[in-house]
């Protein structure tokens, strides 16, 4: 598999960059359709969000300056889009925030690309019961495992506040779990 | 990017006194069969087209809400028969004293309904947008569109100034 330098030294300085593009999303679209999925738990709803993240990485990456890595940035995106779909979801039927955490859990239920146990099922109502962004800190690092120092570039969030946000999430969801 | 290990990850949980179980490898979310492989000529699609995928609010319509759209139509249905037969009696249909008051009468009326309701109405049933709109000058006839017509519905219902608790979405 290419290297995210190699990816990219293809897209700027190869003569076909649709192809070297080609190559980034199917290196990255497991990664970035498991973390919006998490998020958006419908699979028709993260499928097309998923595609708005590849098709607005498309038209940015002529600006991208690589000051992050390609993940971190792609992350970012999806997190971005991920987030303002459900912001988008919840004016558009004018739902307060836990309506919307209703409807996800019952989007869960009745999903049928979602065959989790009752562990599982428990731990992602408790997940879906937490404030949104503290739902994005907790996926990344519980499912993605993915480094504090990452978490702040994909979040623009200082490492501190990350951790900490983390950790009330784990305290809800145990507290959740218990009830 | 590197990940942090499985091992620092249960640490911390374990210094937070959690018991939750480590992630499994394998999530409980499922894709359809093939979706994998289709996804990056999807992706080449849309950026050859440009065309946007529609975006299913099916998932929205969970059976709740969907027993309380039908419950709704119900209520309507039962409305509409009663009024017919008060239209009836009144025989020359003088209930109201102007348009203004008549419209308003319809929009407290509808005023429980959710929004799927309202689309509900629109798209499945035999009442049209226009009868719904009851001739309000602005009204965008012609085949009622979902963003517009909600669009059109929160503007109008705000002009009728019934009060932020009664508007038709909760």
Redesign the interface.
Known sequence: MYTDEELLDKFFHGDNP?YA??LI??KY??QV??HV??LVI????A??I???V??KA?KALQNFRGDS?L??WLYRIATNEALSFLKR?RT???LPLVDLER?LS??LE??V?????A???K??KAILSLPEKQRVVFNL????????E?MARVLDTSEGALKAS??HA??K??KY?RK | ??????KD?RK??SA??????S??EE??????DG??DQ??R???E??ATGE??R??W???L???RLQLGIASLVLLAVFSFGLFFIQKETEQGVLFATEEEESEFYFSMYADLD?FSWYDLVLETDITADELYFGLEEAPYGDPDEDVF?DYLYENLRTFELGAGDYI??
């Open positions: 649709a593009f080609n999303v199917r679209q497991q359709y498991w999925r998490r419908c699979h028709e709803d499928n097309d998923v595609q708005d590849f098709v498309w890595g993940f971190t979801k558009r039927f004018m409807q019952e989007s009745s999903d690309h979602y065959d989790g146990n562990i599982e099922k731990i992602q690092r519980y499912y993605d495992e993915m480094k504090y990452d983390y950790h784990v305290k969801i145990e779990i | 990017m590197e990940k942090a290990s499985k990850i911390e949980l937070l006194g959690s018991s939750l179980p992630a499994g999530s409980p979310f499922r894709v359809p979706y994998f996804l990056p999807s992706v080449q849309r950026l946007k995928p975006t299913s099916l998932p929205v969970s059976p709740r929004p909600l979405f909760p």
